[in-house]
């Protein structure tokens, strides 16, 4: 039972235009999500998180959406540059649950930006 | 600064062999964690350490599967007897504490394939 569910497994846009990344979650004790971004043969890097008490977080070219009644996040990358071209994960946790230490992760989506 | 570091970076095992996985968290940071992957999955959550201590082991996948970390420093994750289901992408982490909002980092983890 997928409880962070990321559906595209990949995604290609063009340099300079927006990319959107999207992550579905079913657990309601959510209320802390994350996006990691990850290049080959790398670990995962932290990008951008967001709290379930704010619907938007904004970090530079990348803003991370909340919407708790949807149960959905998703992240802006604008413009989009091929260095964005990695795979990215969606996580959450369950901060007042007693489980903060807990990162759920979702499947990923490959993101690439062509120049 | 140096980042979280694991050892080895690929380990390649026969059926019914033990194998370690070692590794070296962010100095100073109290919380370390051990993910997996899968192929084509997502990270799946193992154990945590809180200092020396590991209050939740729920996510060992079995009983083969041990943790251990000393001097709160670096740990190592123990698989006996492995088996071909356990190839996977072993991914280490650690943050500051446990506070709300406390940043996982990742290291570059270690490829195990058995054979």
């Known amino acids: 039972d997928q409880q962070v569910k990321q559906n595209s497994p990949s995604l290609s846009v063009q340099e300079g235009r927006i990319s959107i990344l999207n992550c579905d979650y079913t657990?309601?004790?959510?209320?802390?999500f994350l996006w990691y971004k990850k290049y080959p043969a790398e670990g995962p890097t932290f990008l951008i998180s967001?709290?379930?008490?704010?619907d938007k977080n904004e970090d530079g070219r990348f803003t991370v959406f909340l919407n708790k009644s949807a149960k959905h996040l998703s992240l802006h990358i604008v413009p989009s540059q091929p260095g964005d071209s990695a795979v990215y994960f969606c996580a959450a946790s369950a901060e007042r649950g007693g489980s903060n230490y807990k990162l759920t992760f979702g499947k990923g989506t490959l993101l690439t930006v062509n120049p | 600064g140096a980042g979280v570091s694991q050892s080895p970076s690929n380990k390649v095992t026969e059926k019914g062999k033990d194998v370690e996985l070692r590794c070296d968290p962010i100095?100073?940071?109290?919380?370390l964690y051990w993910y997996r992957q899968s192929l084509g999955q997502g990270l799946e959550f193992l154990i945590y350490?809180?200092?020396?201590?590991?209050?939740?082991k729920s996510g060992l996948p079995s009983d083969r599967f041990s943790a251990e970390r000393t001097g709160g420093s670096v740990s190592t994750l123990t698989i006996q007897r492995t088996q071909q289901e356990d190839s996977a992408v072993y991914l280490c982490?650690?943050?500051?504490?446990?506070?709300?909002?406390?940043?996982?980092?990742f290291g570059p983890g270690t490829r195990l394939t058995v054979l």
């Open positions: 982490a650690s943050s500051h504490g446990l506070a709300f909002g406390d940043t996982q980092y």
């Open positions: 350490f809180q200092g020396n201590s590991a209050p939740d």
């Open positions: 967001i709290s379930s008490i704010k």
């Open positions: 100095s100073g940071h109290t919380a």
């Open positions: 657990n309601s004790m959510f209320d802390y």
